[in-house]
C-alpha cells in the first residue's frame, strides 16, 4: 500500500485552526513573568479558567476572531512558537477544524 501524497502546508494563512483548539495560550508556569505579559492579556486567560467552560473545543482567549490572527502574537507562548506548520499535530489540527 502506498501512502498518499499529503498537500505542502507553508505558513498559516487562513488558518488558526490550532488556536481555535487551544482555550487559553499554554503558558509553562512562570512564562508569562518572563514574557511581561501585561495585565489585560493575563486578566483574559484568568476569566476563561474561572468560568471552567469546556475547554478542549473553545479557541483561545488570545484569538482575534475577526482576523483569525493572535492579538499578541509578539508575547506568544513558546509553546505557539514552537508548533510548525505542516507539523503531523498542525494537520490533525487542520482536519479536526475543517481546514482544507
Ligand atoms: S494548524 Fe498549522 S497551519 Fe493552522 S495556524 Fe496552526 S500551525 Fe498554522
Ligand atoms: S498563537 Fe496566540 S491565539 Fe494562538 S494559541 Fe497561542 S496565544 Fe492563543
Redesign the pocket.
Known amino acids: 500500500m502506498t501512502n498518499p501524497v499529503l498537500p505542502v502546508i507553508e505558513n498559516c494563512e487562513g488558518c ?1 485552526a ?2 481555535q483548539r ?1 482555550p ?3 503558558f509553562e508556569p512562570g512564562e508569562e513573568a518572563a514574557h511581561d505579559v501585561p495585565e489585560s492579556a493575563l486578566q483574559l486567560i484568568r476569566d476563561r479558567i474561572s468560568r471552567d467552560e469546556q475547554f478542549e473545543l473553545l479557541p ?4 482575534n476572531p475577526l482576523n483569525g490572527l ?4 509578539e508575547l ?2 513558546q ?2 512558537r514552537d508548533f510548525s506548520p505542516g507539523s503531523q499535530l498542525c494537520r490533525l489540527c487542520r482536519d479536526d477544524e475543517g481546514v482544507r
Open positions: 488558526s490550532c488556536c487551544t487559553v495560550p499554554p483561545c482567549v488570545w484569538l493572535c492579538r499578541h502574537y506568544r507562548p509553546a505557539c
